[in-house]
């Protein structure tokens, strides 16, 4: 009962996106000849960049994301930044395509999105969301899910998101001890470092963090992001987060409010001349 309840609220809590997914869902029709359409596209072996050309979203006559451009490239850490319901993780459903742009064009590699197999896109890409679901099962499992489980991966995967420093507190054996539904028995932050480790177990060459360390404390948010850069296949790193002080050495820093882009910059540049990101950054360090 406590289980159906928990996602009767998620449902209610995001009605506005399960209105969009929800014709996907149960239209069984549609969803096999999308599976068939999906067949028919170019599969690519690797996400090299991915470019977003004048993107809009809207929804019910209400502009989400308003004339976006982005390119996102090799060898490039970009923070997203903004208040809450500026259009962050629109923006990542986009590139993920959970939504399709109401206007402009989204490319990868130089292919637009729409020629593109979704199921390919989402294997090269590592996607850590904001609520991240763990089921009763172990850790391992947890990370890597329909896959076979590899130990070698799965140990330095342990080390990488700092998995190792909890497990060994706390005695938790990753082969073989289950979490409890939900990952009740860890602790949010703990639950976010599986969430990660689920995210780079297919290697993938870009990964896409969405307020994905916000349980974790400063100085362990930074150590694994390090650790990411350093020691996986990682080399576009897009992470959204309220926390800027994380975002001191990224290349760029995009600000969004209100779904436009209003600055962008790095963090020293920013720090001199833009109002809204001196604002956000008081916020999260007084808070
Ligand atoms: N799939 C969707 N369909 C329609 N509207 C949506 C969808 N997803 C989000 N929205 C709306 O778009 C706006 C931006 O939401 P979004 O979730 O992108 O904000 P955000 O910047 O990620 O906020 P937060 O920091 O709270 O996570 C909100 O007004 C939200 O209600
Ligand atoms: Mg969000």
Same mark, same amino acid.
């Given at each position: ?50 470019? @977003?050309?004048? /993107?809009? +979203? &809207?929804?019910?006559?209400?502009? =989400?994301?308003?004339? #976006? ?10 923070? %997203?930044?903004? !208040? ?9 459903? $986009?590139?993920?395509? +959970? ?8 490319? %990868? ?8 197999? $979704? ?7 590592? +996607? ?29 995967? &342990? ?16 082969? =073989? ?16 470092? /599986?969430?990660?480790?689920?995210? $780079? ?5 870009? @990964? ?14 930074? !150590?694994?992001?390090?650790?990411? %850069?350093?020691?996986? =296949?990682?080399?576009? /790193? ?8 994380? $975002? ?7 600000? @969004?409010?209100?779904?436009? #882009? ?5 963090? !020293?540049?920013?720090?001199?001349? =833009?109002?809204? +990101? ?10």
């Amino acid at each position: 009962m406590q289980a159906i309840y928990y996602s009767m609220t998620d449902l209610y809590g995001n009605k506005d996106s399960f209105e969009v997914i929800y014709p996907e869902l149960f239209n069984e029709k549609k969803y096999i000849e999308n599976k068939k359409l999906n067949n028919n596209k170019i599969k690519i072996n690797q996400i090299d960049s991915i470019k @977003l050309d004048n /993107v809009s +979203f &809207s929804y019910k006559d209400k502009k =989400n994301l308003n004339k #976006i451009n982005i390119n996102f490239k090799q060898n490039q850490k970009i923070g %997203i930044i903004g !208040k809450s319901g500026s259009g962050k993780s629109t923006l990542i459903d $986009l590139i993920l395509g +959970f939504i399709q742009p109401s206007e402009g064009k989204i490319q %990868i590699n130089t292919r637009s999105i729409e020629n593109l197999s $979704l199921n390919n896109i989402r294997e090269n890409i590592g +996607f850590v969301p904001q609520n991240i679901f763990l089921f009763n099962d172990t850790i391992e499992k947890n990370i890597s899910l329909d896959k076979k489980i590899d130990e070698q991966i799965i140990s330095q995967l &342990s080390n990488i998101c700092l998995l190792s420093d909890f497990l060994e507190t706390n005695k938790i054996d990753i082969s =073989n001890d289950k979490i409890g539904n939900y990952g009740k028995m860890l602790s949010g932050g703990q639950r976010q470092r /599986v969430g990660i480790a689920r995210a $780079l177990y297919n290697k993938p060459k870009i @990964l896409i963090l969405d307020e994905a360390t916000n349980a974790l404390d400063s100085l362990n948010q930074n !150590k694994i992001i390090s650790n990411i %850069i350093e020691y996986t =296949n990682v080399n576009i /790193v897009i992470l959204i987060t309220h926390n800027t002080n994380l $975002l001191k050495d990224f290349d760029k820093i995009i600000v @969004l409010d209100d779904g436009n #882009i209003v600055a962008e910059g790095t963090f !020293k540049n920013l720090e001199k001349e =833009n109002n809204l +990101f001196n604002q956000l950054k008081k916020n999260f360090d007084n808070n």
